[in-house]
């Protein structure tokens, strides 16, 4: 389901831009802060998750240090232009969100925790921004693999549009689909502000706190997860 607010709208297939055949760049595949490899296969028993919050670079910082996630990477997701380029994303003419895939280890980290830290960590009220960033692409959105992810992304949104609506603030706009390509972003984008630390930073949440879906068994991914390394992330 996704909800908008004003007059702004992601562009429609026809009227996207045209792309690609194949990625117009290389992307590195280790994570200069974590050593791991942002792109897949990943060790057996890690899972992904790809959110979308406002400016991916200040997002792909607050996943990367959480504990038991095991890769972070920035790139493009929820769009219609097949191998998007960044200029490209920015003229809101590709129907991208800047968006963090992330690789978990559920041992360590459940996927409803990662919703948790991700409706807390940013407005997903907003519409088409974040803050004084404005535009499709800046759009809140999660795009889930699976029943499983669905379910919990769904039983996540709706406890904190309830936990919101009784502090007074407006209806969550976040959006929810079932996942699709998602482009990886350039070289430079990818842990941006480990490499510019003092680099531009939007995100902000509301400061009420998101219950933790349950939908989502702990218990149970553990059972199906035991075999991840104790060292595992």
Not at 35 to 42: D, L, N, S
Request: charge should be negative.
């Amino acid at each position: 389901m996704f909800f908008n607010r004003g007059n702004e709208a992601v562009v429609t297939r026809e009227d996207a831009l045209p792309g690609r055949d194949a990625p117009a760049f290389p992307v590195s595949d280790t994570h200069v802060v974590l050593g791991t490899a942002i792109k897949p296969p990943f060790p057996d028993g890690i899972q992904t998750a790809v959110f979308a919050l406002g400016c991916f670079w200040g997002a792909e910082r607050i996943f990367w240090q959480t504990p038991g996630v095991y890769s972070t990477a920035v790139g493009y997701a929820g769009g219609h232009t097949p191998h998007p380029t960044y200029a490209e994303v920015c003229s809101d003419r590709t129907g991208h969100a800047e968006a963090v895939h992330v690789a978990f280890g559920p041992v360590k980290v459940s996927y409803a925790e990662l919703l948790k830290i991700f409706f807390e960590t940013h407005d997903p009220t907003q519409g088409m921004r974040q803050g004084n960033d404005v535009g499709t692409r800046y759009r809140s959105a999660i795009y889930y693999s699976g029943d499983e992810q669905r379910r919990a992304a769904e039983a996540a949104r709706d406890m904190y549009n309830a936990e919101l609506a009784r502090t007074g603030h407006r209806p969550i706009t976040t959006e929810l689909a079932a996942a699709g390509p998602f482009y990886y972003a350039e070289d430079r984008h990818q842990q941006y502000l480990y490499k510019v630390p003092y680099g531009y930073c939007n995100t902000a949440g509301t400061g009420v706190t998101c219950p933790l879906p349950t939908t989502t068994s702990a218990s149970q991914e553990h059972k199906e997860f035991s075999h991840v390394d104790a060292d595992e992330r």
